[in-house]
């Protein structure tokens, strides 16, 4: 057979682990939870993860299995693991590598939940998080020290549209013998090449555009073998025996299976289908998304417009180094006030009002009111989450009929 080269040809082509007993041109969903094996002794040898075979859905299925594979194709990455969500892939990540006394590098503009977890989930478990702005290199350096496992940036934050020079980053962490680890949910694989950019660790909540249209909940650690892990306190041992797959072995030998974040079978079917139309959908949103961006700043109404694949933003020149021609298919834009932006929601016909991102229909959210609801004003403003501030998500419907929608939105009596 041909080997494939391009992106989505890779995606479909993906051979099974296993044949199919059918010769089916899509992985089967195994819904079941246990396997059969033919005597104890291989029984024993599957436990021991001696024998490549399935042995309980909890540690590893195939048609979970297959979506790994396909994610391998596209990425270049030793080692894959899907779980139930992308909160699931970021806490079993930091899992594998922190422990009471160590450290994290992250930015406050971070996603809602995730703030949570690093700001509070594992302070409590002592943890400690120092947040920093990762757009600067010397207060990054100043925040490193023997403790830190981990630098955690977001590709492009959410919802701020921040851009972090990713390479940049990656020197500095690794000048220190850290790990770099990217959470890339909103610069799906098909534009971010994370292994380029000095990414060791890349965290996706495939909930977003790879489920093919907000199918279904699930998340990825992408491992590309890039880090040496004799250089982490914690992984250094099993760096002895296993090298550039320690990191695996910790998260699937134990993390992974003890916390029993697995993604289900199901999850998994729906969203090898919508890998299949990733490239597809996701640059007719982002097209869709810098029209929108421009038609936005020509309106009277609209204060402001935050999109960093437009010129005027001040980070236009890193998202296209990093990220090409599609930055994203998510915008901000900020009304003169909390009251104009509800009245603005509540006019939209066909937008929906909803909390997701990458859906194929198009959603709007108010983030204050909402993901970060229940922080006080205070810290909302030390994360950059104004009260005047709309987040837009961009789906694959027809531009003229978004047009149309906001400008009737926007004059509605």
């Given at each position: 057979?041909?080997?494939?080269?391009?992106?989505?040809?890779?995606?479909?082509?993906?051979?099974?682990?296993?044949?199919?007993?059918?010769?089916?041109?899509?992985?089967?969903?195994?819904?079941?939870?246990?396997?059969?094996?033919?005597?104890?002794?291989?029984?024993?040898?599957?436990?021991?993860?001696?024998?490549?075979?399935?042995?309980?859905?909890?540690?590893?299925?195939?048609?979970?299995?297959?979506?790994?594979?396909?994610?391998?194709?596209?990425?270049?990455?030793?080692?894959?693991?899907?779980?139930?969500?992308?909160?699931?892939?970021?806490?079993?990540?930091?899992?594998?590598?922190?422990?009471?006394?160590?450290?994290?590098?992250?930015?406050?503009?971070?996603?809602?939940?995730?703030?949570?977890?690093?700001?509070?989930?594992?302070?409590?478990?002592?943890?400690?998080?120092?947040?920093?702005?990762?757009?600067?290199?010397?207060?990054?350096?100043?925040?490193?020290?023997?403790?830190?496992?981990?630098?955690?940036?977001?590709?492009?934050?959410?919802?701020?549209?921040?851009?972090?020079?990713?390479?940049?980053?990656?020197?500095?962490?690794?000048?220190?013998?850290?790990?770099?680890?990217?959470?890339?949910?909103?610069?799906?694989?098909?534009?971010?090449?994370?292994?380029?950019?000095?990414?060791?660790?890349?965290?996706?909540?495939?909930?977003?555009?790879?489920?093919?249209?907000?199918?279904?909940?699930?998340?990825?650690?992408?491992?590309?073998?890039?880090?040496?892990?004799?250089?982490?306190?914690?992984?250094?041992?099993?760096?002895?025996?296993?090298?550039?797959?320690?990191?695996?072995?910790?998260?699937?030998r134990e993390i992974f299976r003890n916390l029993?974040?697995?993604?289900?079978?199901?999850?998994?079917?729906?969203?090898?289908?919508?890998?299949?139309?990733?490239?597809?959908?996701?640059?007719?949103?982002?097209?869709?998304?810098?029209?929108?961006?421009?038609?936005?700043?020509?309106?009277?109404?609209?204060?402001?417009?935050?999109?960093?694949?437009?010129?005027g933003s001040k980070f236009y020149e890193i998202?296209?180094?990093?990220?090409?021609?599609?930055?994203?298919?998510?915008?901000?834009?900020?009304?003169?006030?909390?009251?104009?932006?509800?009245?603005?929601?509540?006019?939209?016909?066909?937008?929906?009002?909803?909390?997701?991102?990458?859906?194929?229909?198009?959603?709007?959210?108010?983030?204050?009111?909402?993901?970060?609801?229940?922080?006080?004003?205070?810290?909302?403003?030390?994360?950059?989450?104004?009260?005047?501030?709309?987040?837009?998500?961009?789906?694959?419907?027809?531009i003229e009929d978004l047009k149309d929608d906001?400008?009737?939105?926007?004059?509605?009596?």
């Open positions: 057979m041909l080997k494939p080269k391009g992106f989505t040809s890779k995606i479909i082509h993906t051979p099974f682990a296993k044949g199919d007993a059918n010769r089916a041109l899509h992985q089967p969903i195994y819904s079941n939870s246990a396997f059969d094996f033919e005597s104890a002794e291989q029984m024993e040898l599957a436990f021991q993860g001696r024998l490549p075979v399935h042995a309980y859905s909890r540690i590893s299925n195939p048609t979970v299995e297959n979506f790994e594979l396909r994610i391998k194709q596209i990425t270049g990455a030793l080692n894959v693991t899907a779980l139930s969500s992308g909160m699931a892939a970021i806490s079993n990540a930091i899992f594998v590598l922190a422990s009471s006394g160590s450290n994290i590098i992250t930015s406050k503009h971070l996603f809602g939940n995730t703030y949570v977890f690093f700001e509070s989930t594992i302070r409590e478990l002592g943890i400690e998080t120092r947040f920093c702005d990762l757009t600067n290199s010397e207060e990054v350096k100043a925040n490193i020290d023997h403790n830190t496992v981990a630098v955690f940036v977001e590709t492009i934050t959410n919802p701020q549209l921040e851009v972090v020079d990713l390479a940049g980053l990656s020197r500095i962490a690794h000048e220190n013998n850290v790990p770099l680890i990217s959470d890339s949910t909103l610069t799906p694989p098909n534009v971010f090449a994370a292994r380029e950019f000095g990414v060791d660790i890349d965290l996706i909540s495939s909930t977003k555009c790879i489920s093919g249209g907000a199918t279904s909940i699930g998340g990825l650690i992408v491992d590309y073998g890039t880090f040496d892990w004799s250089k982490s306190k914690k992984l250094a041992p099993l760096a002895k025996r296993f090298g550039p797959f320690a990191f695996n072995y910790k998260l699937r029993g974040a697995c993604m289900s079978p199901y999850a998994a079917y729906l969203q090898s289908l919508g890998l299949e139309t990733l490239q597809l959908r996701f640059e007719r949103a982002a097209m869709n998304c810098r029209e929108i961006a421009q038609y936005l700043e020509t309106l009277p109404q609209v204060q402001s417009v935050n999109y960093p694949g437009e010129e998202s296209k180094l990093q990220f090409g021609s599609f930055p994203g298919a998510m915008l901000t834009f900020d009304f003169s006030s909390r009251e104009e932006c509800f009245t603005f929601m509540n006019n939209l016909g066909m937008i929906r009002r909803a909390t997701n991102v990458y859906d194929n229909k198009t959603l709007i959210l108010h983030p204050a009111s909402t993901i970060y609801c229940d922080f006080d004003p205070e810290t909302r403003i030390s994360l950059d989450v104004k009260e005047v501030t709309l987040r837009l998500s961009l789906g694959i419907e027809d906001l400008f009737q939105a926007l004059n509605k009596g």
